[in-house]
Structure formats: structure tokens, C-alpha cells
């Protein structure tokens, strides 16, 4: 009788991870086949041929639009996020080991924009801007909406990196001489590495993809998700489908490169301490 119930269980949970495969990488799938389709192919099944045509064509200004420009913009901003992350982030994380006056009050306030739209936040940003008399771009007031988005991440990140470090690493290092910068720089940066190379990922891919606050903060040169959200209006051939299949190539190659650097930083250490 127990067999036969953990049997309908293991077949009901193997259904629904089966489901749930389905459906995240389902798309995914269908777009990267799709996206092969031949020069007379369509949006949809059946393929008529197989070819790499319309990644050719999606580098054809007068097809796609500006595609090359915006994913430079894309790279750009999302470089300058992700730095912009890392600092913040990692500063934030070294200031709020002590309790200091209003702390709980700026831990809060950071948390918040989590809570807020994201669509409030770009209009809100897109708003000041014009208030003050700027005009909004990439890499002005879409930088600035995108921080409020990566910058909770990254802190909490740090959060829990230093909930988990031994205090008594660093105080050794300060009995033996070193200042508070060699200290860091010497001690806590080298354990801590591994979460600052997670807050760098966190904060490019997510400004990488970024759509809601960027959408009102970019100004007149659109990012590579807005790029994409013009396409869908206008753009009636798999050319869009290239374009899906090798943003998700980047998305995933960045992914493996940072979990190698992961790597091959523990693999460092623990030769360090063998």
C-alpha cells in the first residue's frame, strides 16, 4: 500500500517537473529552432528549409532598426551598473557591520524600491528629469533608475556574506599591523570575493534585461529590451527570433563565465590553504 502511494507521488511530482521544464525552456526552444527557419519561412511551424539567414539580416539597419546600436548601449549600461553595484554594494555592506544613527531608517529606504513599480520608478525618474530641465538617456537617468533596482539585490547579497565571516580574520590582521585598506584589500576582499562576483552577475544581467525602468529614463537611443519591444510591433519575419537566440547565448554565456571565475576562485583558495 505504501509502495503504491509513493509510486503515484514520484509520478506526480515527476509530471510536475516535467511541466515545469515545459514551460521555461518550451519557448526558449521553439524560438532557437524558429529562428533557423529558411528564407521564406514565416513566424510559425512548419520550417520551410533551414538556414542562418535572418541572423544575417538581423544586422541589416534598414530591417531591424538600430539593433547594433542598442546592444552596445545595453553593454555599456549594464558595465556601468554592474561597477556602480559592486562599490555601492560592497561599501554598503562594510558600513552596516556597526549600528550608526538612521541605519534601520536607510536599510529600509534601499529595500523600498523593491516594493515600488518599476514602471512608478521610470516615470517618477522621467518626471524629475524634465522638472529639472535634462533630458533623459541611457546613461544618465536609465542608469540611475536601474541602480534602484540592482542596488537592494547586492546589498542583501552582502548581508548575508558577512553574517557569515569570522570578524577574528580581520581583527589578526590588524594586531599584526595593517591598516583598515591593506586590511580590506588583503583579507576581507579575497574571502568576500565570491559574493562580489555574484553581486557583478546580479547587477549585469539584471540591467541586461532591464525593461520597466528603462522604458520612460532612456531618453530618444533605446537599450536592447526596448529595441526588442519595438521589433514585436513591426518586425513580421523570424529575423526576431535570431535576435532572441543569441541575446539568450550572451545571458547564458555570461552566466558560465561567472560561475567559472567562481571556480576557479575556490580552487585557488583551498590550494592556498592546503
Given at each position: ?8 507521488s514520484f509520478y506526480i511530482l515527476a509530471s510536475l517537473f516535467a511541466a515545469f521544464v515545459l514551460f521555461l525552456y518550451g519557448p526558449i526552444a521553439t524560438i532557437v ?159 568576500i570575493l565570491p559574493g562580489v562576483v555574484g553581486i557583478a552577475l546580479f547587477g549585469f544581467s539584471l540591467s541586461y534585461d532591464e525593461f520597466p525602468r528603462t522604458m ?38 555570461v552566466i558560465i563565465v561567472a560561475m567559472t571565475s567562481m571556480a576557479i576562485i575556490r580552487r585557488r583558495r583551498a590550494a592556498k590553504l592546503g
Amino acid at each position: 500500500m505504501n509502495r503504491d502511494r509513493r509510486g503515484k507521488s514520484f509520478y506526480i511530482l515527476a509530471s510536475l517537473f516535467a511541466a515545469f521544464v515545459l514551460f521555461l525552456y518550451g519557448p526558449i526552444a521553439t524560438i532557437v529552432i524558429l529562428s533557423f527557419q529558411g528564407p521564406d519561412g514565416g513566424l510559425t511551424f512548419p520550417m520551410h528549409g533551414f538556414s542562418v539567414h535572418w541572423f544575417h539580416a538581423l544586422f541589416q539597419q534598414q530591417m531591424v532598426g538600430d539593433f547594433g546600436g542598442s546592444i552596445t548601449r545595453s553593454l555599456i549600461l549594464a558595465f556601468m551598473v554592474m561597477v556602480a553595484n559592486v562599490v555601492i554594494s560592497v561599501a554598503g555592506g562594510m558600513a552596516f557591520r556597526r549600528r550608526f544613527a538612521g541605519s534601520t531608517f536607510l536599510f529600509y529606504l534601499v529595500i523600498a524600491s523593491l516594493i515600488v513599480p518599476s514602471i512608478l520608478v521610470s516615470l517618477g525618474i522621467g518626471l524629475l528629469f524634465s522638472q529639472l530641465g535634462l533630458n533623459p538617456a541611457w546613461w544618465s537617468s536609465a542608469f540611475g533608475a536601474q541602480l534602484t533596482w540592482t542596488i537592494p539585490f547586492g546589498l542583501l547579497i552582502m548581508f548575508a556574506v558577512f553574517n557569515r565571516f569570522n570578524k577574528s580574520w580581520e581583527e589578526a590582521a590588524r594586531d599584526l599591523g595593517a591598516g583598515p585598506w591593506r586590511s580590506f584589500t588583503n583579507v576581507i576582499l579575497p574571502i568576500i570575493l565570491p559574493g562580489v562576483v555574484g553581486i557583478a552577475l546580479f547587477g549585469f544581467s539584471l540591467s541586461y534585461d532591464e525593461f520597466p525602468r528603462t522604458m520612460m529614463t532612456a531618453g530618444d537611443s533605446n537599450t536592447l529590451p526596448l529595441e526588442i519591444f519595438a521589433m514585436t510591433a513591426n518586425v513580421t519575419t523570424p529575423v526576431i527570433y535570431a535576435l532572441g537566440t543569441l541575446t539568450t547565448a550572451f545571458s547564458a554565456l555570461v552566466i558560465i563565465v561567472a560561475m567559472t571565475s567562481m571556480a576557479i576562485i575556490r580552487r585557488r583558495r583551498a590550494a592556498k590553504l592546503g
